[in-house]
C-alpha cells in the first residue's frame, strides 16, 4: 500500500481534498478509481484509511474511515551530523535514518566541513519521502544547519560525541536504557578538531564509539540510529 502526506489532517477531519500535484499522481500514475482505499499520514502519529469519492487529474476526494494513532517511540533522538561533501551521500542518511527512526536532524558545521552550505528543504522533503515509503507516522524535523559551538548549545538530555581521537571513550551500548532526550554528534571526514572535542567535554557531552572501525559520516549517523533503537522498547 503507497502512503500519502498530508500534515495539516487531524483525526476530527472528515474528508479529503487533494491538491492539483496529488490528485494527479492518484488519477493517472496510480490509476485510483471511486471505492479504493488510501493510507494517508500526518507525520504527527495519526494513519489514516480513507476511501475515494472523486477522481479527477485536477482534484480527487476521498472520505476518512477511520484514524489510527500509532504510539510514538519512548525516546527522542536528535543528530548532530556534519554534512558530508556529497549531497548524495547525506540525502543517503536522511533517508536511511527516517526509515530506522530518527527524531529531529541538525547539519552541523565544524572547522574541518567539507561542505558549509546545506539546503533544509530538500533534505526535508527527502525525509518526506522516506517516511511514506516506510509507512512510518511521525516525520522527522530537519533543522537549519548551525555551527558546531551554537548546536551545544541546543542539546537536551543525554548527549553523546562520536570521534576517532585516541582517548577514552564508552560504546554507546554500555550506556543501556537511557533518559529521553538523546543527541548525538557525527563529525565530518577529517573529524572534530581537538578544540571541538574539548568544547564538548566542558559541555558535558560523552564520548563514545561506535565500532572498531571507522566510518564515513553518514554510516557512522546511521549506526548510532540503529544502536539507539535497540536500546528502547
Known amino acids: 500500500m503507497q502512503q500519502f ?15 492539483k500535484t496529488e490528485s494527479k499522481h492518484l488519477s493517472r500514475v496510480l490509476r485510483k478509481k471511486v471505492g479504493d482505499t488510501i493510507a494517508i499520514t500526518n507525520g504527527l502519529g495519526c494513519r489514516f484509511t480513507a476511501m475515494l469519492t472523486s477522481v479527477n487529474h485536477k482534484i480527487c476526494k476521498a472520505a476518512i474511515v477511520r484514524c489510527e494513532e500509532i504510539k510514538a517511540d519512548s525516546y527522542h533522538l536528535h543528530i548532530f551530523i556534519a ?3 556529497s549531497n548524495d551521500r ?6 536511511k535514518a527516517t526509515e530506522i527512526g530518527i527524531h529531529a536532524i541538525t547539519p552541523i558545521i565544524c572547522q574541518r566541513s567539507d561542505r558549509k552550505v546545506v539546503k533544509q528543504e530538500r533534505l526535508q522533503k527527502i525525509a ?15 533543522h537549519p544547519a548551525c555551527d558546531f559551538s551554537t548546536s551545544l548549545t541546543e542539546v537536551k538530555g543525554k548527549a553523546f560525541i562520536a570521534h576517532c581521537q585516541n582517548t577514552k571513550k564508552v560504546a554507546i551500548e554500555d550506556f543501556g536504557f537511557m533518559e529521553k532526550h538523546i543527541s ?4 565530518p571526514e577529517g573529524d572534530f578538531t581537538l578544540e571541538e572535542i574539548q568544547a564538548a567535554s566542558d559541555a558535558n557531552v560523552s564520548a563514545v ?3 572498531e572501525k571507522r566510518f564515513r559520516t553518514e554510516t557512522a549517523g546511521i549506526i548510532a540510529c540503529h544502536k539507539i533503537s535497540l536500546l528502547y522498547p
Request: charged share 20%.
Open 209 to 211: 564509539t561506535l565500532g
Open 5 to 19: 502526506y498530508l500534515s495539516y489532517l487531524t483525526k476530527d477531519d472528515t474528508e479529503i481534498h487533494f491538491d
Open 128 to 142: 518526506i519521502a522516506a517516511m511514506k515509503q516506510s509507512l512510518g507516522t511521525y516525520l522527522p524535523i530537519i
Open 83 to 85: 554534512p558530508t561533501k
Open 184 to 187: 548525538i554528534f557525527i563529525g
Open 90 to 95: 547525506m540525502d543517503w542518511f536522511v533517508e
